[in-house]
């Protein structure tokens, strides 16, 4: 499902304009994406986090020149479905 999709689905759920679902949508994303850059995890009760994982240095090796390198340390975004939501998904995938 695309950004689109989403929000045409909510809109006739709703019966709001999909130009005000638009913006809330991607200024949705814009504050998550902000508050992750920002280190702050986001938590949705019965939807999921958003978190941020963090990777420690670890030593990597170029193949195609064989040679060793240095990966460094580095925060990754990630998703974590709270139970609800995993549930939910099981039920429906039978």
Do not use: W
């Not at 195609?64 to 429906?92: E, G, L, Q, R």
């Amino acid at each position: 499902m695309t950004k689109a999709e989403i929000v045409a689905q909510i809109a006739q759920k709703t019966g709001i304009e999909k130009v005000a679902i638009q913006a809330t949508v991607e200024e949705f994303m814009n504050v998550v994406k902000e508050s992750l850059a920002d280190g702050e995890n986001v938590y949705l009760r019965g939807f999921g986090s958003f978190i941020i994982k963090k990777r420690a240095e670890k030593t990597g090796r170029n193949i195609s020149k064989n040679t060793t390198i240095i990966i460094p340390a580095h925060n990754i975004p990630s998703f974590k479905p709270a139970k609800t939501f995993v549930s939910d998904v099981k039920k429906n995938n039978k």
